[in-house]
């Protein structure tokens, strides 16, 4: 089994939607990161998130922590077009920083 | 700034065939790593590398080498390509707080 797991693996809204992915970890969180992908690019890194209850926004999207549940939600309001793409969390497990163990992604299409 | 660059873009080699994956940053960044992604199995760890000539193995290490002889410079090789390493990899580097990606090479092995 996946020591992160992502929910849904692949989501479909109609533009102006909101909506949430989630990434949930079976072991201690040291820190959280959100990135996005889109086909046959690289990743882009979105927001980190550190400490418990900690909340990040960044335009229209908003990544929070809770680290007693090991759980950390992306939410997207209004979601466009440009929004579309795979979101992938990345957490570092084992302590160091610099090691991250990637989800498995979660697919987000947007209809106009 | 250039960040991070992987080539090739693109590569279909032949069973047993070996070829180098090149990755270089200009970010001065000690730590660099490579993934792989497969479908439904998001990105995994082949390598890392926490600063030049170190090295160590990470969670799918078998069938690759990697070298760190400089800071920009992270290669990854495979030795005999076999087609379950048909994949998309992706070289990254970081200075602690959040990571870089490369833009990809993907690799079909036949």
């Known amino acids: 089994s996946q020591e992160l797991e992502q929910s849904p693996q692949s989501l479909i809204v109609q533009e102006g939607k909101n909506l949430t992915i989630n990434c949930t970890s079976s072991?201690?969180?040291?820190?959280l990161y959100w990135y996005k992908q889109k086909y046959g690019e690289g990743l882009i890194f979105l927001m980190m998130l550190q400490k418990g209850g900690e909340e990040k926004s960044h335009e229209k999207i908003t990544a929070k922590l809770d680290e007693k549940k090991q759980q950390s939600s992306l939410h997207i309001t209004a979601s466009q077009p440009s929004h579309a793409g795979i979101y992938l969390c990345g957490a570092a497990l084992g302590g160091s920083a610099r090691q991250l163990t990637f989800g498995s992604g979660t697919q987000l299409t947007v209809l106009p | 700034n250039a960040g991070v660059t992987q080539t090739p873009k693109f590569q279909v080699l032949k069973t047993g065939q070996s070829m180098t994956l090149q990755c270089a940053q200009d970010?001065?960044?000690?730590?660099m790593s490579w993934y792989r992604q497969d479908p439904g199995m998001g990105l995994r760890l082949i390598h890392y590398?926490?600063?030049?000539?170190?090295?160590d193995q990470g969670e799918v290490p078998n069938g690759y080498n990697v070298s760190r002889s400089t800071t920009e410079d992270f290669p990854l090789r495979l030795l005999s390509a076999a087609p379950s390493q048909t994949s998309v990899y992706f070289c990254?580097?970081?200075?602690?707080?959040?990571?870089?990606f490369g833009s990809g090479t993907r690799l079909t092995v036949v």
């Open positions: 072991k201690t969180l040291y820190g």
């Open positions: 970010m001065n960044h000690e730590y």
């Open positions: 590398s926490v600063g030049a000539g170190i090295t």
């Open positions: 990254a580097s970081t200075s602690g707080y959040g990571y870089t």
